[in-house]
């Protein structure tokens, strides 16, 4: 599994290789949720002082919430997320980390759990 990664700048000093595009290779069988762990783990993420940041995984809809203080990503949904359902280009999946600032990861996880993206 290849997935091209970007996430948002923290911080004005960050701006100057955004979006800090970098691409992840797995193996097949690894699920989205997996990945994002692994990317997590990696040290992709910026961290901040004061260990607060959170950031949401994206993918055409919100996938899961990141908390730097927290040991392990949530997911938005209730359901594993299929790989055919996310974003791609040709073979390679394409995720967005948002950066939320400090945000509480909990209002922030409530808030995608209850998202509407269609008007249907």
């Known amino acids: 599994m290849h997935i091209y990664a970007t996430r948002s700048s923290v911080a004005a000093g960050d701006d100057a290789d955004a979006p800090h595009g970098k691409l992840f290779l797995f193996p097949a069988e690894t699920s989205v949720e997996g990945a994002i762990e692994r990317i997590v783990e990696s ?10 940041a959170t950031w949401s995984a994206v993918s055409g809809f919100p996938i ?8 392990k ?3 938005v ?6 790989t055919s359902s996310v974003q791609r280009k040709a073979e390679v999946i394409h995720l967005h980390f948002n950066y939320h600032a400090q945000l509480d990861p ?3 996880l409530e808030v995608l759990k209850r998202l509407k993206l269609s008007a249907l």
Do not use: D, F, H, N
């Not at 040290?43 to 607060?52: C, E, F, P, W």
């Open 73 to 75: 990503p949530r997911p």
């Open 43 to 52: 040290g992709y993420l910026a961290s901040i002082s004061g260990g607060k």
């Open 77 to 82: 949904g209730w359901q594993p997320v299929e």
């Open 106 to 108: 909990e209002t922030v």
């Open 64 to 71: 899961a919430v990141v908390a730097q203080q927290w040991t």
